[in-house]
């Protein structure tokens, strides 16, 4: 391929289930579900499920109690985030170790999960790229005992959607050659950054397809979905991705903390305690970062299952608990006011804080 430009996307199968099964061998093979305190009779998300589970319709952000009764005989177990950091990290720490065509590689770490790697400057032949792709898989199991799919793509974008096809366990890859023999008759969803909404907005203009949306009238995208959002769908639709494989450590703009109540919060004192509460757990968040917030976020989500977000920018950046926590209770006044006197299952505080010196 001319230049060599390729990217892999590398993507951890079964992340968080596969951390609980190397530390609790037994569970190989049984349906695992990850969520919450790990009691389904509890109020809580699934945050992963194995394969296994997976088959009985149990997926991400599922309800415990719905996914207890879509597989009764699931073992369910708590979130334990910081197992979760440590394997990620020894994980990423192993890629970068990595070299391909002589040099190491470029890691740009995207989560717990998945990273991008592509060749770093003054690299020899690169050489097969499914071969360094099969090396990255034998390399990560060798160091962790996890197990992950590789994506090859001639760009960022089609590295990251060829993962998919390779999962569990494979490689896949996906060029400008085969773009649309693989994507062409796949739904718009299919593409990494269309969502549900905006792909219902796509099929209310007559699109449902991929190669529909790359034979679009970019001009019609841009005035119903926006003069910067229209004509990115388009270039998705093509596969069109110029960013590089950055490895510049990701900055976080904000943090944020939710807490879903096994008991329904009915007064409004009990409400504001609780946004106070998770307010002083947050900012712990943004003092580590050494940034005061500029903006306050609040989440609640009311009985029986309505959930709506309210903000604010501050008058001046802090970092006091006191100001923010009055900050993000008084976002309750923005509420409708059939929504006030409603009970609240679950509240979430998010600050944003101002950007590092440089900007991000």
């Not at 109020?43 to 109690?65: D, F, H, I, Q």
């Not at 970068?96 to 990273?115: F, K, N, S, T, Y």
């Not at 160091?143 to 590295?159: E, F, P, Y």
């Not at 959930?307 to 006091?320: E, K, N």
């Amino acid at each position: 391929m001319a230049g060599e430009r390729w990217v892999l996307h590398v993507d951890l199968d079964q992340f968080i289930a596969a951390v609980e099964v190397l530390r609790r061998p037994e569970l190989a093979g049984l349906p695992v579900v990850v969520g919450g305190r790990g009691d389904p009779a509890e109020r809580g998300v699934v945050a992963t499920a194995s394969y296994e589970a997976r088959a009985y319709g149990v997926g991400s952000g599922m309800p415990l109690r719905v996914a207890a009764r879509k597989c009764p005989d699931a073992v369910f177990l708590p979130v334990d985030k910081d197992a979760y950091d440590a394997a990620s990290a020894e994980v990423m720490a192993t890629l970068r170790g990595l070299e391909w065509g002589g040099v190491p590689v470029v890691l740009e770490v995207l989560g717990w999960d998945e990273a991008f790697l592509g060749p770093g400057a003054g690299h020899a032949d690169l050489g097969d790229p499914r071969e360094f792709a099969e090396r990255v898989r034998a390399a990560v199991l060798a160091a962790t005992d996890l197990h992950c799919s590789v994506g090859i793509g001639d760009n960022k974008l089609r590295a990251k959607i060829a993962t998919d096809f390779g999962k569990p366990r494979g490689v896949w890859q996906l060029t400008e050659e085969n773009w649309f023999e693989v994507m062409g008759e796949r739904p718009t969803t299919a593409l990494w950054g269309i969502g549900s909404k905006t792909g219902k907005k796509l099929a209310a203009l007559g699109i449902d397809t991929v190669a529909q949306l790359a034979s679009s009238d970019a001009r019609l995208l841009a005035a119903e979905l926006g003069p910067t959002m229209g004509p990115w769908y388009h270039r998705l639709a093509r596969g069109a991705d110029t960013g590089p494989v950055d490895a510049t450590p990701w900055v976080p703009r904000a943090h944020g903390r939710e807490e879903t109540f096994q008991q329904d919060l009915e007064t409004p004192e009990e409400v504001a305690a609780a946004i106070r509460e998770l307010t002083r757990r947050v900012v712990a968040d943004i003092d580590a970062e050494g940034r005061p917030a500029a903006r306050v976020g609040l989440k609640v989500r009311l009985k029986p299952f309505v959930t709506v977000s309210r903000s604010l920018t501050l008058p001046a950046p802090t970092s006091d608990p006191s100001v923010l926590g009055d900050a993000a209770v008084s976002l309750l006044d923005r509420l409708d006011d059939r929504d006030r006197d409603r009970p609240v299952r679950l509240l979430g505080v998010r600050l944003e804080m101002v950007p590092p010196d440089g900007g991000y």
